[in-house]
C-alpha cells in the first residue's frame, strides 16, 4: 500500500476514505497486512472456482517420509484439495488440465487483476535470484568491499547478509539440480574473490577461497536450509497444509519412465544421505527442535568437509595424470607449426585445427 491511494475497507461500514501514510519497506506491519489482504483476495478468487478445478493429494502422515508405497493403501489415507500454494509473496496456482488451469488463472486474475507468470520450473526463479544478488553485491561497492578501512571479517559478515540473503531466499523449498548449484557456486565465487582481492592469475583453488573467507559453499547452505526446513514442517500440526504437501502424492497422473523429474522427497533424501542422516528415522530426532539443529549442523558441517575433501582429492589426481602423462614424440610432430603432439591421432586432430587456423600444409 503506497501514499496517495483510495482503499475501501471490505465491510460497508465507513465511506470510502484515503490513506495519507502506507507502511515502509520493512515495516512489521506489513506482513500481517499483506496476508489479510491475500487470504481475502484468495477467498473472493476461489467463490467462482468449481469442485474439480484444483489437484486432490492423497497423504498419510503417519510411517516413513520416505517409502512412498505405504501412500497405496486405501483405508488409511485422506485427500485434500489444493487450488494454490503460498509462500510468503509468492503465489502457485495448481490443477490437472489445461482448461481447469484457465478456470482458476482467470478467477484469480479477476479478483487480483495482477500480473501472473506460468512456470514452475527452477530455472528461472534461479536466473531471478541471480540478477538480484548480483546488483545487491554491486551497490555496496565502495562502501563496503573496497573499503579499506573495513576487516574481511566484517566484510564477509556484510556479504553474507546483503547478498546470500537475497541469492538463496526460499531455497529451502528448490529442488536443485548440479547445472543450478554450478550457477550458483560461480557468483559465490566471485563475489567473494572479489572481497578477498584475489585475481584469477593468483591462481588460488576455489576450495581455498572458501576457506580463507571462513565460509561454506552454497551446496552447504542449501543444504542447511532444507534441514532446517525439514525439521520446521515435520513439527507443524497435521492439518497444515505444508506437512499434507510433504507427506502425500497426488491422486492422479504418472510420472514418466527413464529419468523423471526429481521431487522435493528426492532432494531431500539425498541431503539426508549427504549429511549422514539417518532418513528412516530422522524424525525422532526432528521432533526436538534443539536437537534437531545440533544433528543438522553437525550434518552439514560434514557435508562441507567431505565436499572439499572430494574436491582436493579430484584436483590432486587430475595434476598427477597430468604430470605422469606421455611426453610428446617428435615422431608426431605437426608439419606446419612443428609442434610435437603425444599421438598419432592427437597430431591428426591437432593438424586439422592447425589448418582451420589459417596454416597451409607445404606440399
Ligand atoms: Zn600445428
Redesign the pocket.
Known amino acids: 500500500m503506497w501514499p496517495g491511494q483510495n482503499k475501501r475497507r471490505f465491510v460497508g461500514l465507513s465511506e470510502p476514505f484515503s490513506i495519507s501514510n502506507g507502511v515502509k519497506q520493512g515495516c512489521v506491519l506489513a506482513p500481517t497486512l499483506f496476508s489479510i489482504f491475500f487470504s481475502m483476495m484468495l477467498k473472493q478468487a476461489n467463490e467462482n472456482c468449481e469442485d474439480e478445478d484444483g489437484i486432490y493429494i492423497r497423504y498419510r502422515l503417519d510411517g516413513s517420509l520416505f517409502n512412498l508405497r505405504r501412500l497405496q493403501a486405501h483405508t488409511k489415507t485422506n485427500e485434500r484439495l489444493i487450488r494454490d500454494f503460498l509462500f510468503a509473496d509468492d503465489a502457485a496456482l495448481v490443477a490437472h488440465t489445461e482448461q481447469a488451469l484457465q478456470r482458476l488463472t482467470s478467477c484469480f486474475a479477476d479478483a487480483s487483476r495482477c500480473t501472473i507468470s506460468s512456470d514452475a520450473r527452477l530455472d528461472k526463479e534461479i536466473d531471478n535470484r541471480l540478477a538480484r544478488a548480483n546488483s545487491s553485491f554491486g551497490r555496496p561497492y565502495k562502501r563496503a568491499w573496497n573499503n579499506k578501512s573495513l576487516k574481511i571479517k566484517t566484510k564477509i559478515q556484510v556479504y553474507r547478509a546483503v547478498v546470500l540473503t537475497t541469492l538463496l531466499y526460499g531455497s529451502e523449498t528448490w529442488v536443485t539440480y548440479s547445472s543450478h548449484i554450478r550457477l550458483l557456486e560461480r557468483l559465490h565465487q566471485r563475489c567473494l574473490r572479489t572481497i578477498l582481492q584475489i585475481h584469477w592469475s593468483d591462481l588460488v583453488t576455489n576450495v581455498e577461497v572458501l576457506e580463507q573467507a571462513e565460509i561454506p559453499s552454497i551446496e552447504a547452505l542449501i543444504a542447511k536450509s532444507q534441514l532446517r526446513w525439514a525439521g520446521h514442517v515435520f513439527r507443524m500440526k497435521d492439518h497444515r497444509l505444508p506437512k499434507i504437501a510433504l507427506y502425500g502424492e497426488i491422486r492422479t497422473g504418472h510420472r514418466y519412465r527413464g529419468a523423471p523429474k526429481k521431487r522435493y522427497k528426492d532432494c531431500l533424501k539425498k541431503t539426508f544421505t549427504a549429511c549422514n542422516i539417518d532418513h528412516q528415522n530422522w524424525s525422532a530426532f526432528a521432533a526436538d527442535r534443539s536437537a534437531w539443529r545440533l544433528i543438522s549442523s553437525k550434518g552439514v558441517t560434514l557435508f562441507e568437509e567431505t565436499r572439499r575433501d572430494t574436491i582436493k582429492d579430484k584436483r590432486s589426481r587430475r595434476k598427477a595424470r597430468a604430470a605422469s602423462a606421455v611426453s610428446p614424440d617428435p615422431a608426431f610432430s ?1 608439419r ?2 612443428s ?1 610435437a603432439c603425444r599421438s598419432r591421432i592427437g597430431l591428426f586432430s ?2 586439422r585445427s ?1 589448418r582451420q587456423r589459417g ?1 597451409s600444409v607445404p606440399s
Do not use: I, N, P
Request: glycine residues 0%; charged residues 25%; proline residues 0%.
Open positions: 605437426c606446419l607449426c609442434r591437432h593438424e592447425c596454416h
